[in-house]
């Protein structure tokens, strides 16, 4: 099982950051990672859409809105709000817990637009992370397979 415990120093040291470096660089990321994967898939009801994920014992706040040419950071309100843990999160991306359980468990909480919240789960589930970590350069994807089969 994945064992991550993050320091509480630190989300109080990440929370009084600036959130837009954060957001640009998951937007970033999210281009190179998952746009190219998302593309292929139905995204339209995804675009000009406001969102933010909270990684709440990170302090991590990332704001970002889906466009015709990707993910942007964005400060505005967000339509779908999505708060975890990071070992949540990891958890999700390794596909070793459902996001149902979590939601239900009250480890994953959406906030917002449901519909949308729903339509993103779906989108994600068609996801083969394989496919997602095929973006990054081999070492990078080395050490991000270690990372979620830990």
């Keep these: 099982m994945l064992n991550l415990a993050l320091p509480p120093q630190l989300a109080n ?8 470096p954060p957001s640009l660089a998951f937007s970033a990321v999210a281009n190179r990672l998952l746009w190219p994967v998302l593309k292929t898939l139905d995204w339209q009801a995804l675009s000009g859409r406001r969102y933010a994920i909270r990684v709440r014992d990170l302090g991590l706040n990332l704001r970002f809105a889906v466009t015709a040419r990707g993910f942007a950071p964005d400060s505005g309100t967000p339509d779908l709000t999505i708060s975890a843990t990071a070992r949540d999160f990891l958890l999700l991306l390794a596909r070793r817990e459902d996001p149902d359980t979590l939601f239900f468990s009250r480890r994953l909480v959406s906030e917002g637009d449901t519909e949308l919240g729903l339509i993103v789960k779906n989108l994600l589930d068609a996801l083969d992370p394989e496919t997602v970590l095929c973006g990054l350069p081999a070492p990078l994807a080395r050490a991000a397979r270690y990372c979620i089969s830990v």
């Design 13 to 20: 040291v990440v929370a009084r950051l600036p959130a837009a």
